[in-house]
């Protein structure tokens, strides 16, 4: 489930490739981390986080009242999501919800970024990607204006990855880039594609289980042949 976010500095972003964006917005008010201090740059962003994001950087005005059946009054992002929605900027599904803890695609954020900077569309401009199939036909022309003026790009191989996740830390950087703080025309440089980091990590993790379980299992031969040694010598 969501957090409400707590602003502050955090203690995981030192030497991350996002440090100094992540900062500056924390410095700004504009984003928090977590209770425990930290910002999980590299953790999922929410539909819920990613709307509150795009209103703070692009100043949407209050919305009404909205009627999913899965956003309450009392939630934090409530009011995020009303103006949102009532800006035109973001809607949610056919069966009346808007899922705000679920992961904001690729694809949804781009549509969001178009819909609130009220860009022209532009289907040609997500035509060059090697998965261009993979975009859905709705999003095409939202995806090809955002990537035209400069806001979000492709990965180094050519895909744009309409359905992976966004993570916290490319949410910002995109969001920056919206803001005017960086590069605002052309292509910038790939998206950070963490799918691969996220599988070294797994791995390192497995290794680091594994080494300290051989550990502990020599050291328990090691305790045992202490403890025949002594049976024998008494």
Same mark, same amino acid.
């Given at each position: *489930? &969501?957090?409400?976010?707590?602003?502050?500095?955090?203690?995981?972003? #030192?030497?991350?490739?996002?440090?100094?964006?992540?900062?500056?917005?924390?410095?700004?008010?504009?984003?928090?981390?977590?209770?425990?201090?930290?910002?999980?740059?590299?953790?999922?962003?929410?539909?819920?986080?990613?709307?509150?994001?795009?209103? &703070?950087?692009?100043?949407?005005?209050?919305?009404?009242?909205? &009627?999913?059946?899965?956003?309450?009054?009392?939630?934090?992002?409530?009011?995020?999501?009303?103006?949102?929605?009532?800006?035109?900027?973001?809607?949610?599904?056919?069966? *009346?919800?808007?899922?705000?803890?679920?992961?904001?695609?690729?694809?949804?954020?781009?549509?969001?970024?178009?819909?609130?900077?009220? #860009?022209?569309? *532009?289907?040609?401009?997500?035509?060059?990607?090697?998965?261009?199939?993979?975009?859905?036909?709705?999003?095409?022309?939202?995806?090809?204006?955002?990537?035209?003026?400069?806001?979000?790009?492709?990965?180094?191989?050519?895909?744009?990855?309409?359905?992976?996740?966004?993570?916290?830390?490319?949410?910002?950087?995109?969001?920056?880039?919206?803001?005017? *703080?960086?590069?605002?025309?052309?292509?910038?440089?790939?998206?950070?594609?963490?799918?691969?980091?996220?599988?070294?990590?797994?791995?390192?993790?497995?290794?680091?289980?594994?080494?300290?379980?051989?550990?502990?299992?020599?050291?328990?031969?090691?305790?045992?042949?202490?403890?025949?040694?002594?049976?024998?010598?008494?």
């Amino acid at each position: *489930n &969501s957090v409400a976010p707590v602003f502050g500095a955090s203690s995981d972003i #030192l030497g991350h490739w996002a440090e100094v964006t992540i900062t500056k917005w924390q410095n700004e008010g504009r984003i928090g981390g977590y209770e425990d201090g930290t910002f999980q740059p590299d953790k999922a962003v929410t539909r819920a986080e990613f709307v509150r994001l795009l209103n &703070s950087a692009v100043s949407t005005p209050d919305g009404g009242s909205i &009627s999913f059946s899965d956003v309450k009054a009392g939630d934090w992002y409530y009011n995020d999501v009303a103006k949102a929605v009532g800006s035109s900027i973001a809607s949610g599904f056919e069966d *009346n919800t808007f899922r705000p803890s679920e992961t904001v695609t690729r694809t949804q954020a781009a549509v969001f970024i178009c819909n609130a900077l009220k #860009l022209t569309p *532009n289907e040609s401009g997500a035509s060059t990607f090697t998965d261009t199939a993979d975009i859905p036909s709705w999003a095409k022309g939202a995806v090809g204006a955002v990537v035209s003026a400069g806001f979000m790009s492709g990965y180094p191989d050519g895909s744009f990855g309409a359905n992976k996740g966004m993570t916290r830390a490319e949410a910002v950087s995109t969001l920056d880039r919206v803001l005017g *703080n960086g590069t605002s025309q052309g292509t910038p440089k790939g998206e950070i594609d963490t799918t691969e980091r996220d599988k070294q990590k797994e791995e390192r993790k497995r290794q680091t289980h594994t080494e300290r379980d051989t550990q502990e299992r020599r050291g328990e031969r090691k305790r045992e042949k202490r403890g025949r040694g002594r049976g024998e010598r008494g």
